[in-house]
């Protein structure tokens, strides 16, 4: 069975971690005493004995903590495993919740050897059961659960709203029908109608966050800065139009005007993305048809449900 082989943590954020014997973990925060430590997605920093072994082997020998990491695990190759994932250390529980990261601004190692593996390889869990570990402890797997609720993420495009000049009002609305039906908000963001940022932030949520759904709202119109329908274009493998094109169909009971939506739906590998209007209006009566009828198409992406039967 795999084990700890090492724990490391750091008080201050932009330092490297040093090594301990033992830590204690608080559910829903992470660790006692680490800088990273706080109530959101990333609490607990993951990274694979042998990745660090095969990093070593290249010639650049680095001291455990060196890529930011507060636990060294062996055997499991954390990467190739779904979000959703859990580990349990005695009575402590981890939940994966992040595959990978971005590097904004490259750490020291990187600057000293040219490399580092924690954005390729390092993966972050929340703390869902605290409680103490040591190094050596066992860590037993617990593969993701088929029945679990679906997860979502908000995405609110708005140059106004995200520098604050508007208030949100459509994203909490999308978030409200969906915790009303059933799913899990992973997360709620506004971003401006920048192409390249929403084409980031959509590639982060499907493939980092690995969630089932995400629902943008705005940016779907005819303005020249309405770009949502092109970003989310860019980065589908595959189009799922047909939900725009019935929502558009739907929404002309109520105005004309839907016409003028460019809205589009699309897959990035099993993360359905949708484009809403920006109205809050538009937004409530889209969801009215929309929530009720998409459970079944998402449990067939997310492979739980089967096709159909064919009469």
Known sequence: MAKII???ISEKKGTQKNEVPSVKLIENFGIENDAHAGKWHRQVSILSYEKIKEFREKGAYVDFGAFG????????????MPVGTRFKIGEVVLELSQIGKECHSHCAIFHAVGDCIMPREGVFTEVIVGGDIKVGDEVELI?????ASLTAAVITVSDKGSVGQRKDESGPIITDGLIENGFVVKEEIIIPDEQKIIEHQLKRLADQRQVNLIITTGGTGFAMRDVTPEATNAV????ANG????????????????MFSRAVSGLRNRTLIINLPGSPKAV?????????NLEHGLKILKGTSSECARK
């Open 143 to 147: 593969e993701v659960n088929p029945n």
């Open 243 to 258: 939900i725009s094109e019935a929502i558009r169909a739907y929404s002309m009971n109520y105005t004309k005007r839907a």
């Open 69 to 80: 990491e507060n636990l060294i695990i062996d055997e499991y190759d954390f990467r190739s």
């Open 236 to 239: 589908c493998d595959r189009m």
């Open 6 to 8: 090492g724990i490391c």
């Open 284 to 292: 409530k009566e889209s969801l009215e048809f929309l929530l009720p």
